[in-house]
């Protein structure tokens, strides 16, 4: 079999429909499918397992962007943000992960009051900014941990969280295991063992 991966259009998407080329939320992640996808591909001969550990991320990756996207495109509520004020808003969560974001900046960006945005944005989400943000830092540290060999202190500074410790019970909270145990038993505890 020969799968050529040097070249790959602008608008290629994934079978789940996420556009790899495209700015926004599901780009990154799509980088990141498309990269693991092709290190399992160039592992296949050599390495089965490492390869079939780079296909199962890519996978799980994929399934995560997947329910967010249906998430997204439920119909609009009235008093909730419009299609633009989310996409704004969300830009706004993905590209400051690592950094403190006030509500009143949120609702800057989307010309709002805080306390109109903190509403609308709740009737479009279903949570408060704040639990969407740790939401999407819980996410995005998943993606690091299943695409990085990162140590679980540098993810947990890579998404904002204040260090390992508030890391690890905010994850455990959310998924009832350890980010460390989470990884091992994702990746297999071979990799990650003390």
């Known amino acids: 079999m020969n799968f050529s991966t040097s070249a790959r259009p602008a ?3 994934t079978p789940a429909g996420v556009a790899l080329g495209a700015p926004g939320p599901f780009a990154q992640t799509g980088e990141a499918v498309f990269k693991l996808l092709r290190d399992g591909l160039s592992a296949m001969d050599d390495n089965r397992a490492a390869a079939i550990a ?10 995560s962007q997947h329910d967010r996207r249906d998430m997204a495109s439920a119909d609009r509520v009235p008093g909730s943000l419009a299609t633009w004020q989310i996409r704004r808003a ?3 969560i993905n590209a400051n992960l690592d950094q403190p974001i006030a509500t009143h900046e949120l609702a800057a960006c989307v010309r709002l009051s805080p306390d109109y945005f903190a509403r609308a944005f709740k009737l479009s989400f279903g949570v408060t900014p704040h639990t969407y943000i740790f939401q ?10 299943l695409t990085t ?3 679980l202190c540098q993810i947990a500074q890579d998404c904002g969280f204040a260090d390992q410790a508030h890391f690890t019970r905010r994850f455990r909270l959310a998924h009832g295991a350890t980010p460390h145990a989470w ?5 297999g505890s071979y990799r990650f063992a003390a």
């Not at 999407?136 to 941990?145: D, H, I, V």
């Not at 990884?183 to 990746?187: G, P, T």
């Open 136 to 145: 999407r830092r819980l996410e995005r540290a998943q993606e690091l941990m």
């Open 11 to 13: 608008s290629a998407t």
């Open 183 to 187: 990884r091992c038993a994702q990746l």
């Open 54 to 63: 780079c296909i199962q991320r890519a996978y799980a990756l994929l399934e």
């Open 149 to 151: 060999d990162q140590p």
């Open 90 to 92: 969300t830009a706004l």
